[in-house]
């Protein structure tokens, strides 16, 4: 999909996000909220696989990002979707760092703080 990131966890989602927030706790990075999407859809009387969203941030990195353009905000803080798609293992899926550097006209060495989620992600899969 245009704009994301998306590798395949051998976890299943609750293993995956476990090991996602250990790995930012590992970072010093503070988890503001995990969202449990098919949680609220149970309570709403609806069914959803397994969908949760870590959403991370550290704002010695994402205050830059603001200082530059102001309107990154809206992408921030950082996050990642962990879903069960029905196939091994679940999904995991963050906003593609080139995708935004671009959308946003960000400076080259803007860049890294955005690729956070994919070294995270992979880090936290490692570690296992």
Known sequence: MLGLATTRSSLNVAQTVAAIQAELDRRGIPVAVVVDHSAAA?????ELPATRVVVFGDPKAGTPLMQVVPEIAV?????VMVRDDGGPGALVTWPDPSYLAQRYSLPAQALSALKAPAGIVAAALEHR
């Open 75 to 79: 992408e921030l803080p950082l996050r």
């Open 42 to 46: 149970r309570r709403a009387g609806l």
